[in-house]
């Protein structure tokens, strides 16, 4: 299963790729991954000095990860305004209100398990330990084609 990675960095940067790491799977929400583990090509693999944290991740249906919801599974789950939910109710229509999140709402939301399995298409990554040579020097590919849309 190939995996679309999206690395995202203090400055608020994003920077994705795809790849197909089997030794992601059985991972949870906030271990940590090493660079090596993420089965790179070669023209990734100044990334192998790098340590991530697993943040979110989500199926090809869109459902998130949480990770107070054990397994891989999807299940359904009461929430409040909080991760997997942020729309308001239909009950709630389209009428003005003074805060957006009425208080007191919770609704039931279909969210997956916490652990990483084939079916789960994005795994987004945060950087723990930064490796030898930057981000922005190893995605130059990205980098210029913000510049020619811009």
């Known amino acids: 299963m190939v995996f679309k990675i999206n690395i995202g960095t203090k400055t608020g940067k994003?920077?994705?790729?795809?790849?197909?790491?089997?030794?992601?799977?059985?991972?949870?929400?906030?271990?940590?991954?090493?660079?090596?583990?993420l089965g790179l090509n070669q023209e990734l693999k100044n990334l192998e000095d790098y340590?991530?944290?697993?943040?979110?991740?989500?199926?090809?249906?869109?459902?998130?990860?949480?990770?107070?919801?054990?397994?891989?599974?999807l299940k359904g789950v009461l929430l409040?305004?909080?991760?997997?939910?942020?729309?308001?109710?239909r009950r709630e229509g389209k009428k003005k209100r003074s805060s957006?999140?009425?208080?007191?709402?919770?609704?039931r939301k279909t969210v997956r398990g916490k652990v990483i399995s084939s079916e789960i298409v994005q795994i987004n990554l945060k950087?723990?330990?930064?490796?030898?040579?930057?981000?922005?020097?190893?995605?130059?590919?990205?980098?210029k084609e913000e510049i020619k849309k811009e």
């Open 51 to 73: 340590e991530f944290e697993i943040t979110g991740a989500s199926d090809r249906s869109g459902f998130t990860a949480l990770e107070s919801v054990p397994g891989t599974g």
């Open 127 to 143: 950087i723990i330990k930064e490796g030898k040579k930057p981000l922005n020097e190893i995605f130059v590919s990205q980098i």
């Open 14 to 37: 994003t920077y994705k790729f795809e790849t197909e790491a089997k030794s992601v799977e059985g991972k949870e929400l906030h271990q940590k991954i090493l660079g090596k583990e």
């Open 100 to 107: 957006y999140t009425p208080k007191g709402l919770r609704l």
């Open 80 to 89: 409040s305004y909080e991760k997997g939910m942020k729309k308001r109710s």
